[in-house]
């Protein structure tokens, strides 16, 4: 009887074990039966990468769910739908799938896409104050594994070019080329920016900045024209100043009221404020505020703006005010440039001097209607600064 009893106690426990993981087991999701030779975590995988690097965010996520649903611990998937999470700016759940994949993570292939990853997500989302330290850590685990891998080289690339280190991006992104296997036309591409980029030679923290937008803004602009032009000094140089030496009574003269420091409505809480009032303190043509007093700092400026811009700032420098009407009955040189518009004139006067020139070169076009690139237009601003002949 006590036997039985003993018995009992040992066999209860050990079976309650074993039912709980029957239980476990019973409710873990059930792998899908492949449909297909190429319906594989590996095929499904290499397409979402496709698709990730089309952007079609998406696409690839269904993709990575797909490998996924076929090896729910198949670690490169995790890593590419921690990658779609992190393009579309869901950091949270990037990251948790980020350490998913590393956790599956169990050859090195796997640990070096894991890397690689994780420097992706470090120059995209920049939540950690040392993300470049962290992307650098990441980049020699990499390079440990595989010394020649072009896309770990090719990524630590663009986090120096995010962090504005354009020399040693500038360094990766020849290694790319060098190695002759994966990114390399990307790498080129990079390569080619990053020499426009040390060829404007911006001084500023601030021009090095808007070095790598692709669009330029009114605000980039007004930073532009105050800190790498230092338009303010420029003018106060060259335009003549002029004095009122007429007599005023002192008591009038006490009570006039200073004039109000110009600024906008809609800057207030702008990072380039300063620089936006400075250039409105100063007055350049297409750079005013609107009549609702708003200085609209995000609207993007086209290439025939950024051109009457140039063309105010050469006519106040030189005082040559024949300027803004020099082209006036003069044929278009651009296919693309009536004689009629109203940056037509600007377009001649700046193109006339090699301060900007046609965007297409085969087919002559000025594209006065494409935005301007933030490096084009540091670029332009460093002719502007040879015509001038300032420093």
Known sequence: MFHNYRMRKVIFPIAS????????????????VPSSQLDTPDHHTFTGLKLLDQEKYSDAQREFELALQLDDKYSKAYIGIGLVKTYTADFNSAWDNLEKGAKYANTDDEKLFSNVGNIRYYTQSK???????????????????????????????????????????????TKVIELKTDHVADADIQWKFMQKVQRAMPGTSTGKQIAVVERLTRADAAALFMEELKIDVLYNKRTPKTFDTSFKDPEKAAAEVKPVKLTAKDIVDHPLKTDIEGVLEIGVRGLENDPKGNFQPGEVLSRGE??????????????????????????????????DLPYFNAIMVVTSRGIMEARDINTGEFAPLKPVAGVDALLIIRKLKEELKVN
């Not at 074990?17 to 899908?32: E, M």
Request: hydrophobic residues 50%; proline residues 4%; charged residues 25%.
């Open 17 to 32: 074990l074993i039912a709980a993981f029957l239980l476990i087991v019973s409710c873990a999701p059930t792998p899908r």
């Open 127 to 173: 939540l950690e104050k040392k993300w470049l330290a962290l992307c650098k850590d990441e980049f020699k685990e990499a390079v440990k594994i595989d010394p020649k891998n072009a896309s770990a080289h090719y990524f630590m690339g663009l986090a120096y070019k995010a962090a504005l280190e354009f020399d040693l991006a500038s360094q990766i992104f």
């Open 306 to 339: 950024y051109a009457m811009m140039l063309e105010d700032v050469l006519i106040k420098v030189t005082g040559d005010n024949a300027l803004a009407t020099k082209y006036i009955d003069s044929k278009s040189l651009f296919p693309d440039v009536r004689s």
